[in-house]
């Protein structure tokens, strides 16, 4: 019964890691890890988050194929739109707010060196 449980509670247990590991990644203390790419924060966020998906799914594979197959459904799902968004160039963090707001003021044509 232990060792049934604790394969009920691995998947659950990993994404509260990856919960936690974004947290402080994107909030506490923002890094930049994305775009540029910094391994040392990249390889571990996306362990700890395809690991959690997948540990999340095996028992169901033995407990009812119709749910784990919603879960690999939603799956192949998540990492498509991911692929779709990354080839469009979409979904990139936007950390630095003088660029974004630069861009928006640009866009919109006012300010800058124009009203001078």
Do not use: N
Request: without cysteine; aromatic residues 10%.
């Amino acid at each position: 019964m232990l060792e049934r449980g604790w394969l009920q509670l691995i998947g659950p247990a990993v994404y509260l890691a990856f919960i936690a590991l974004m947290i402080v990644v994107d909030y506490v203390s923002p890094i930049e890890f994305r775009s540029p790419a910094r391994y040392g924060i990249l390889v571990p966020y996306l362990v700890l988050f395809f690991g959690a998906l997948l540990l999340m799914g095996l028992p169901m594979f033995r407990l009812d194929r119709g749910f784990w197959l919603v879960t690999v459904a939603s799956s192949v799902l998540l990492l498509g739109s991911a692929g779709v968004a990354m080839v469009k160039g979409e979904g990139r963090a936007a950390t630095d707010s003088r660029r974004v707001e630069h861009g928006v003021i640009e866009h919109l044509g006012i300010g800058g060196a124009d009203e001078a």
